[in-house]
């Protein structure tokens, strides 16, 4: 029951990693923070996993690469790729636009639903990123 | 996401490796600043630590890509202060410098300055520098900020030698008093011109002038780090804020401040060595490509450290791998440092990158490598390896983008 209404809820989570993830369902939405696209600066190239490919937690799936910077991307959850935002490939700049949004980068299938309670909701995550700007 | 900044600006000790770069920034510990840190800060700069001080990698306004575009169409201020500022003075200032380096600063006109390297007996490079021969009886000296302690080390040991031997000279560093500010890009002249009574085009590339800016006294020296037209100019730091200022303020064209990511994509565009990446104490200047560097009148005395095996290596045996330029043949990420080059037709790793980026003006990634002699001829194709997956480069000339360097007319 607890499981059920943790699952319908649209709140965004995000790993230490700087990865946010939204669940929808056996789906979760995978993406990097603003915190994460600012530090990288002008994205020039994304690179996704392939579809059907499965991870374990934190493995490493694709990169990130800026201008400056190269930028590995991991899983912050277990599970099978079911789809990449492919418009990416074209407009990789959509990251720093809107990372929350069009800038995400896949979904996947997620395998162990309790992973998902090792992620940070929006207060821990915010409270993570002042942490860590302020050590 | 692990994070590490474009490899190129690797070399610094503390290389930051993940996103928690602004942890570092503000985690300033013993990381030196320099006058214009509270300036950098005000102006929005991320400062990151490079070479032991905190200096901007990038400003909040302009990406990047936007700072590189300003630079080449417009000008752009770098602060260049942590880099090792040296006047070397005395009667014999031109045998210790020379004592330490590829250059014929004797034969250097008065003003004009070169680039060189301090070399190793092994024929290795401890630093490439600009040493500019001054008509006011000293040498002007700047070298890396990442190889400052080394750098002081190799000249108070010269000095030392020489002196014990009854010569004549002795060094200062610059360090506590001036700053030095690189003004960069196609309006620079214009832009300085506004606050120099002299006329800028009577100064050519790599010559060198004491001048009044602002009331200050100051040291102008007609180079730069971009491939573009440029100045360096030496400031006492009480008053380069108010320089800074007067650059910026310049009415007819924009003038912006840029950080170390753009120096960064700009030297590569324009060919330029990053130490630390793309030379050190391993490579050889006739690997390097710095041939050029090793002045004649060296050649002949052969005085010079490594010059047995930099000699051998330019007149009976070619070394074995050659510093080259990579453009990528198709879309793809960008190779970076470290990156192995193949063969295509063997698969076998021939080398590997040194410094690599997209390139802002010609949108197509770009690379320096070390590869086998065999494999360097401009137009060779090869494959970069990045993350198991295998790209198509071909061996380009450098610069990637022409230079634009204020040269005297030929005759």
Known sequence: MLMDFFLSLTERLY????????IDGKLGTIGITDYAQEALGDVVYVQLPDIG????????????????????????????IREVNTKLEEKPGLINKACYTDGWLFKLEYSKPDEIKSLMNEGAYQEYVKKAKDS | MAYRFGQSIRTVKRAF?????????????????????????????????????????VYKDLSITDSHIQTRERSSIFDVSHMLQTIVRGEDRIEFI??????????????????????????GIIDDLIVTKTSDNFLYVVSNAGCREKDVDLM???????????????????????????????????VLQSLVNYNLNDQYFMFSRSTEICGAYCRVTRCGYTGEDGFEISIPNEKVEEITEALLNYKESKVALAGLGARDTLRLEAGLCLYGNDIDETTTPVEAGLTWTIAKARRQRADFKG???????????????????LRALTTGPPARGHVAVLDPNTNEKVG??????????????????????????????LLCDIRGKQYEYEVSKMPFVPAKYYMPPKK
């Open chain 1, 15 to 22: 790993s230490e990693k700087h990865e946010w993830v939204e």
């Open chain 2, 98 to 123: 020379e004592s330490l380096t590829v250059a014929d600063v004797q034969g250097l006109q008065d003003n004009q300055g070169t680039l060189t390297l301090f070399t190793n007996n092994n024929g």
């Open chain 2, 307 to 325: 010059a047995n095996i930099i000699l051998k290596q330019i007149k009976e045996s070619p070394p074995s791998r050659k510093r080259i330029g």
């Open chain 2, 17 to 57: 490796r993940s996103f928690h770069f602004s942890a570092c920034l503000l985690n300033e510990g013993n990381a030196g600043r320099t006058s214009l840190f509270e300036f950098h800060k005000r102006n929005g700069g991320k400062m990151v630590e490079f070479g032991g001080y905190l200096m901007p990698v």
């Open chain 2, 156 to 190: 108070r040991t010269q000095l030392k030698a020489l002196k014990s031997k009854g010569k004549d000279v002795s060094i200062e560093h610059l360090s506590e008093s001036h700053s030095l500010l690189a003004l960069q890009g196609p309006t620079a002249h214009k």
């Open chain 2, 352 to 381: 590997s990158i040194t410094s690599g980026c997209p390139s802002p003006s010609l949108k197509q990634n770009i690379a320096m490598a070390y590869v086998s002699t065999g494999v360097s001829k401009t137009g060779t194709k």
């Open chain 1, 53 to 80: 490919a499965e991870f374990a937690k934190d493995d490493e799936v694709g990169a990130v690469e800026s201008v400056k910077a190269a930028s590995e991307v991991y899983t912050p959850l277990s599970g099978t």
